[in-house]
């Protein structure tokens, strides 16, 4: 089959490779009739994350059809049309047992398209099929569907849900990027009394306003925390939830928050960042990191398929599979392309 | 009347002042029959607080008896004996209609001996009476009801509950002074698998084995991350529990907790910490600090009424009102004295 | 003054009374501009609650403007436009300490047009008034606030609160009365996959539908329990919300719940139910009931004022102050007259 | 092997019947070493339960030795000695995923002994076993191992942490039987100010003392309610607990509960009970019911593994495999015998 493989920092190429088959009993062979590529794919091809061998075929989103069952899966048959999820979940473990599957200890966790090969692909091998996957819904459509895969379980779980986000909250979202734009879209599904998305680009926060910002604030030109405390009494966000992954925008989040509110870091940081703590000390913040667990998975699946969430807002591109690496070039070239998310589809 | 003056850094005095008086009809006047010193009178005496003017009466910590009310005050009256708690509360803004006291709006918060006049004098003023005071349990002595007054609820709320000790959980407590000692009590209170106190003096350790750690580590001659991880299958513990102060107790606490885990701040900082968002970001890590809003002081009290809680065993030295400056000097050099709580009392 | 005066059950009469006055240093007087009527109102007329005397004012719910202030009160001032929410707050006991203000033990609680003269009057005294008023917000009219004294706390806390409605959720509501449309209002603020209404009058239901309901089932005509078994998989909703007062809605409730889910107890009840243990000893159900403790209002007041709720839209007739009795008329005769909440304004 | 075969109401025999085989790939064959007795296999035995077939081995506690394996068992290998737990978990269902085993929709939840065979047995077929079984820990013995099959978790999950019990509570245990001596143990746990147990039966009584219940009442010859009222400032506790199973111990639950208290349900009920909502529907009631879910198995096993909990202390008689039939004559006489668990072991 054709997939997308990694060849080490910069190199990449869409070539033939052996067609995945069952390892473990528990394995499903998912035909992929649409896939997306992801922020954290082109670190990989950056090279920031050492541990991806060469010749990893890259991914982890993807919707389409089993092919093939191990002897061990028990609630999918050949045939079944399903979500692939970002996270893989043992179903056994400590974590999973307490729906922490992205901290999974029995082999899963994030592992697709980073410790094995991944969904960019004709077809790829899913482990843990039984609770890895999940059937979808009808009346929707594949690439809604394929959105939660990754960014809308991501900024739900990480950022909503992390943040306690409650009807009536002033809320900020410092990022306007795929998952910042997930975060919006959950953060309004509770009633906030406004979200404020802040970013350093204008088209981003063109985007944060369609998808529910009720303000921005392009704090490279405007003071995001004196914008933010003159909309709450002085006291700042209920909610800040970072949604970039860089220093600044986490130490930014510290500062808009009010005493008593939440930091939601949603963000893949590279370094390491300061916290104010002689002054953050005595203000009752609650601060939060976390990799998805997709537990929320099946309420947004029900939420797409009711019509609450549109996820389909978030596709910007349509590739063909063998227009992969084109599909890279224009996500790669966001800036350009205003690319939120691509999908590559048979 | 006597009370202990701040002069400006270094520089103190027992000294004759005026008596208090009734300002607005919300306070009462105490006369106080116990007082203690905190970590805190030390910070404010070497000048880290320049907000403290010259002049201040210090102390926020007391027992006594009432000897006046305004006419606003409904719940106390001439004669009540009561604990003065170190958060006053207006009892009428957001923050106080939410129980977060320490953060009040509207007047109240930490006051007593920072802003205005404290305990450690033959009286004192105690603003919003009816919501700062708490009357004394039957069957209960003065000081072990004067630990009620700051260290009990800080270590409680501020660590204890802020990072969800449950029963069974594996609980490190960096620092065994004496908030270090309350949130060793208190998490005693959910039944954990295990306490490790973690500390640099052997003495504080040996302390904190009688307040009930299970077990201690000295981090000045052995990896105390090494030691828990040891103990939690290589995880680390579910809650790490910050009481000293400084960026690398604080730094410790990241790397004691397991994913999914807690680190629960309650020490006053003077600095910032760096927190390593390129390995936590993926940890599932809650980080909380905050000041004590004492809202579980009545619980509290029940707990010590109850014989749940031995409070008196803070209690190391005991000194007349007036000998107020020796009892400072015990407890400064807490090292050589093995002071942990000193009582003054009439 | 004018004040509509209860005299014994069936017995009612719009007539002169003396003004009231200051009783208690944090009393003030407030001149009604807005007030409005009831079902609890309908209940002591018809001698439901004989602990209610003859003589006394009726109405617990009003917008108007302060008049006078005791010297006690400390954030209201003469002039001042406020809210009178149904509850009164001590501020100063245990459960108000807690946010649990409608068990006040200090003498608050459902106190007005029920232990002391109400608000359907030309002015009203309003005890602890600095805990138990609210100014009113920017853009905001009288008759959309006057909606937050009593209908949309109670739906929002006692039902959707209580019911932890989560995004996603089945959630049914029995019953549609003001109580019941405030339940789906303050349900659709979580983003439900669906609210089905449920009762047994098609005008209700079609009142349901403008407030929010997804669903509605007339339950005199078909089997509420089949159909929403039929929309869940044969689970039952995730959350039941009580809103009528009667045996059988209750039981209802526990009858469309899931295994784990919620059934929240709206309702004012007369008589017991039968709790089916039987069955649903093994069901891990969770049932709540609960007086309003208004700690919402002044999340409401910033959802009001952010147009999240449409308040506005339970009003369905406007009187004049001294067309009280006209407009208790149309209120009690809510079937014929398509009442839902009826204003009575200056 | 021999077993203990259920033959209709009042008619049981330990005879011979076939060896279990594995059937299900995830199934696992486990040695009984030592079992126990419910009240539920009495319930069975009196005919109150018409879905138990005759032909069914009873039991569904056990401690012991694996001696087969299914191909899709993944963490348990042939010689593993486990705790066979009351609730089987398939891992995969929306409930499984959410850690609410006992409501399993993927064929587990309480199914052995009841659908299935079960452990009354030399051997048992376990389904499920990579979710249905634990490691034992070490330095623990099989009989204090053996309580956390059923009551353990039950008196925990189902009581204590349904009834949310917090230090410094008042908590009522009504009913003082194997359930209700787990509630008192698990309440201890958190620290309350004091547990008040309620039964009948003075050896009962005499047995929740010595598991730790501070005070107790008989209520055939004093008014608990009134009792409790007199500890409790008029109010009531805050948790109360039943562990009987008749609707006169529940009411007398929400009789003894204060305003914003809990009650909890652990007993299984055959008749529906009263509920005063007429009285109730103001106190801001919760009120619980639930099957066991187990998810605390691994915290019970670290609690009891560090001596936090003296499981042993339930068993007060002993018996051989073979003697199963007079162990169930212990156990069913329990009043006269003073038994609480009977262990009957190799």
Known sequence: MKALVYHGPGDKAWETVPDPAIRDDTDAIVRVE?????????????????????????????????????????????GDRV?????????????????????????????????????QAESVRVPFADTSTYRLPQGTTDEEILMLADILPTGYEVGVLNGKVSPGDAVAVVGSGPIGLSAIIGAKMYSPSFVVAIDLADARLEAAKTFGADLTVNNGRQDAVAFVKGLTDGLGVDVAIEAVGVPASFELCTELVRPGGRVA?????????????????????????????????????????????????????????????????????????????VVIAR
């Open 34 to 78: 649409a896939t997306t590529i992801c922020g954290t794919d082109l670190h990989i091809l950056r090279g920031d994350t050492p541990e991806v061998a060469a010749g990893r075929v890259l991914g982890h989103e993807a919707v389409g059809t089993v092919t093939a069952v191990g002897s061990g899966v028990k609630t999918l048959a050949v």
């Open 83 to 119: 979500l692939v999820s970002c996270v893989s979940a043992c179903g056994r473990c400590r974590f999973c047992r307490e729906g922490r599957f992205g901290q999974c200890l029995g082999g899963g966790g994030w592992i697709l398209g980073y410790m094995i090969d991944g969904t």
């Open 265 to 341: 870091n949603v963000g893949v940081h590279g370094k390491p960042a300061t916290l104010h703590l002689e002054s953050l000390w005595i203000r009752d913040v609650t601060i939060t990191t976390g990799l998805v667990d997709t537990f929320s998975t099946p309420t947004l699946l029900r939420l797409v398929a009711s019509h609450q969430i549109d996820a389909g807002r978030f596709v910007t591109h349509h590739f063909a599979l063998d227009e992969m690496e084109a599909a890279y070039d224009t996500f790669a070239r966001a800036a350009e392309t205003g690319a939120v998310k």
